[in-house]
């Protein structure tokens, strides 16, 4: 009996054993890819579902949890109806791709590729190749899909407790389209931030600064909560708080370990360092709410692992486990001041009322992650993700310091853009819909908007009133699911 070659191939690793593995397939990298995407679409179905659902006041908790849902279920069908290729397909503008549908066997079925992404010398010749991974364009689409969604439900987090559910539903598609795909061509789909080099792993910029910004600019046109929410807003679940919060930590594995579009050393790279700095960044948060206010807060917990892991988020495969952990000491110090000292201080916090402080959890901690990027980028991690070779962060000398300059300037234009584009779709829904729930609904909450209650507080559905009259519902007759008997 003849022995096999030595150097045979297993069937299952072999190509066209079926009609449906091409040559080109690496089930391998396709398998970690659907899987990265399913962690980051669980991030926010339903990690930020939970999330927001118990943090904010009780009489919100439908309310929040529902304007994540839609949001993430709107952005899917805008995103393979046009919005996929205006962020990753042929490039219409420096900053923007061509609108078109993602839905076709033909598009779906054939090898990925980002075709604005091949990066040229000043003399023509080829510097970086088109990025082509070994999978089908319907995974890379996905997985595009869920980094698109969750930008939009974070945004949520900054106008919850007063914004038209309505207005909601107008702003979703209409901020993805003239606000996000911009970012993302612009630094991931072969925009001029892209082929400049500036550094952005998996969305410090594209989606957290982004996110940030818009979200503080939309709390400024739709306006505060009213005077007793804004006075008092406890969590109504603390413990469905950290259930959400886990989820979103343990899924953001798959957000950044599954940015090298492969599963190779980087993306092991990315996973460790994302961890490390999010840990890292829980405990300064802690330490500091117990040195100066003197009780370690929970919430405050759950804030300090959010910026650790924004901040990590623009380097997390660029960085070594050392920087990692100076990412993570700063991103839990610098969002903490911004937000225990200045936004205490500072009048324009006082003024526009960001329900979740996304803008020091998600713009300043984003922000600050990408300028640390700039500084602390590895010469040959950044060979195995940048297009352009040599690029490094500050501490390694020679150009690294031109790096820094490079991410001040992709952020600023991130800001510029956000600040702009979400204050024009907000002025125009407002001749459409009020951007903000009316007097009525702002007092009475989820009962008045949506018929609805997340908490049945006796009997089955019943409510119990030590008055006579229930003053709660303020005359107002019942609705929906949970009503006044």
């Known amino acids: 009996m003849s022995s096999p070659p030595v150097n045979s191939l297993a069937v299952a690793y072999e190509a066209w054993t079926s009609l449906a593995v091409p040559d080109w397939l690496n089930k391998g990298d396709n398998a970690w890819q659907m899987v990265a995407a399913t962690l980051v679409g669980i991030q926010s179905m339903p990690g930020l579902v939970i999330l927001y659902g118990s943090i904010v006041k009780k009489k919100w908790a439908v309310n929040s949890a529902f304007m994540a849902l839609y949001a993430f279920a709107a952005v899917v069908i805008c995103w393979v109806t046009w919005a996929y290729k205006m962020s990753f397909g042929e490039k219409l503008l420096p900053f923007w791709g061509k609108a078109g549908p993602a839905l076709g066997q033909k598009f779906l079925l054939k090898q990925a590729a980002l075709p604005a992404t091949p990066h040229h010398f000043s003399n023509g010749e080829l510097e970086t190749a088109e990025i082509e991974p070994f999978y089908p364009m319907a995974t890379m689409v996905w997985f595009q899909c869920v980094f698109a969604a969750i930008s939009l439900v974070i945004l949520a987090g900054s106008v919850l407790a007063r914004m038209s559910f309505k207005a909601w539903m107008m702003f979703v598609p209409l901020w993805l389209t003239f606000s996000y795909t911009v970012g993302a061509f612009s630094l991931w789909g072969g925009g001029f931030l892209f082929h400049w080099g500036v550094m952005d792993y998996s969305g410090g910029y594209v989606i957290h600064l982004s996110s940030g910004i818009a979200g503080f600019t939309a709390a400024y046109w739709v306006g505060p909560r009213s005077k007793k929410d804004r006075e008092r807003f406890p969590p109504n679940n603390v413990?469905?708080?950290?259930?959400?919060?886990?989820?979103?930590?343990?899924?953001?594995?798959?957000?950044?370990?599954?940015?090298?579009?492969?599963?190779?050393?980087?993306?092991?790279?990315?996973?460790?360092?994302?961890?490390?700095?999010?840990?890292?960044?829980?405990?300064?948060?802690?330490?500091?709410?117990?040195?100066?206010?003197?009780?370690?807060?929970?919430?405050?917990?759950?804030?300090?692992?959010?910026?650790?892991?924004?901040?990590?988020?623009?380097?997390?495969?660029?960085?070594?486990?050392?920087?990692?952990?100076?990412?993570?000491?700063?991103?839990?110090?610098?969002?903490?001041?911004?937000?225990?000292?200045?936004?205490?201080?500072?009048?324009?916090?006082?003024?526009?009322?960001?329900?979740?402080?996304?803008?020091?959890?998600?713009?300043?901690?984003?922000?600050?992650?990408?300028?640390?990027?700039?500084?602390?980028?590895?010469?040959?991690?950044?060979t195995l993700f940048v297009p352009v070779t040599n690029s490094k962060g500050a501490v390694y000398g020679g150009s690294g310091g031109v790096q820094v300059l490079k991410q001040i300037v992709g952020g600023l234009f991130i800001i510029g853009w956000n600040l702009v584009a979400t204050s024009i779709i907000c002025v125009v829904i407002s001749y459409i819909v009020p951007l903000r729930m009316t007097e009525e609904e702002l007092l009475i909450g989820d009962d008045a908007v949506h018929g609805e209650e997340a908490y049945a507080l006796w009997g089955d559905g019943e409510k119990l009133s030590i008055y006579k009259d229930d003053t709660t519902h303020h005359h107002v007759i019942a609705s929906g699911a949970t009503q006044v008997v």
Not at 240 to 257: I, V, Y
Not at 274 to 284: F, G
Not at 312 to 328: D, E, N, S, Y
């Open 239 to 382: 413990l469905l708080t950290l259930a959400g919060a886990g989820l979103l930590w343990m899924g953001w594995a798959g957000f950044n370990g599954g940015d090298p579009y492969a599963a190779n050393t980087d993306s092991s790279m990315a996973v460790l360092n994302t961890n490390i700095c999010a840990a890292t960044s829980i405990l300064v948060w802690t330490w500091l709410d117990v040195i100066f206010f003197k009780k370690p807060s929970v919430i405050g917990a759950v804030q300090g692992m959010i910026t650790g892991l924004v901040c990590i988020t623009p380097g997390a495969g660029l960085v070594q486990g050392w920087a990692a952990i100076i990412m993570g000491v700063l991103s839990g110090s610098v969002p903490w001041f911004s937000m225990m000292v200045l936004g205490k201080k500072l009048k324009v916090f006082e003024m526009v009322d960001d329900t979740l402080a996304v803008f020091h959890t998600h713009a300043v901690a984003g922000l600050l992650g990408g300028i640390l990027t700039g500084i602390f980028a590895e010469p040959r991690l950044s």
